[in-house]
C-alpha cells in the first residue's frame, strides 16, 4: 500500500503563490506516476498536472504558465508550485499516485489508485 498526506494548502490573495507538497511513504517503489487534481463541490474533479518517474511533465492547458509540478524521488516528495494564483483556483487539491508509468502523461483520474486526503486552497479577489 502507499500513503500520500499532502500539505501546504492555505488562504491566499489573488496573484499570490502557494506550494503544495505530497509526501508519499509506504511501498514507494511500486509508485511511477505521479498527479495533481482539483475538485470543487458540485463540479466534476478535474486534472491540473501529471509527472512520469523520469521527470516529464503534462498539465492542463490553461495552467502551463502558472503552475509547476515536480517531484523529489529521494525525498519521495511531490510539489506543486502555483504561482498567480486567481479566484478560479481554489478548489480541494489532490495528490494521486500510481505505478503505471508508459501512460502516466495521458493519465486521467481513473487510472491513479492511490490518492491523499487533499488540502484545501483558497483564493481571493
Known amino acids: 500500500q502507499v500513503q500520500l498526506v499532502e500539505s501546504g494548502g492555505g488562504s491566499v490573495q489573488a496573484g499570490g503563490s502557494l506550494r503544495l507538497s505530497c509526501a508519499a511513504s509506504g511501498y514507494i517503489a511500486s509508485i511511477y506516476c505521479m498527479g495533481w487534481f482539483r475538485q470543487v463541490p458540485g463540479k466534476e474533479r478535474e486534472g491540473v498536472a501529471n509527472?512520469?518517474?523520469?521527470?516529464?511533465?503534462r498539465y492542463k492547458d490553461s495552467l502551463t504558465d502558472r503552475f509547476t509540478i515536480s517531484r523529489d524521488n529521494a525525498k519521495n516528495i511531490l510539489y506543486l508550485q502555483m504561482n498567480s494564483l486567481k479566484p478560479e483556483d481554489t478548489a480541494m487539491y489532490y495528490c494521486?499516485?500510481?505505478?503505471?508509468?508508459?501512460?502516466?502523461?495521458?493519465?486521467?483520474?481513473?487510472?491513479?489508485?492511490?490518492w491523499g486526503q487533499g488540502t484545501q486552497v483558497t483564493v481571493s479577489s
Open positions: 494521486a499516485a500510481d505505478s503505471g508509468d508508459w501512460y502516466c502523461l495521458t493519465a486521467s483520474g481513473t487510472d491513479f489508485n492511490y
Open positions: 509527472i512520469d518517474s523520469n521527470g516529464n511533465t
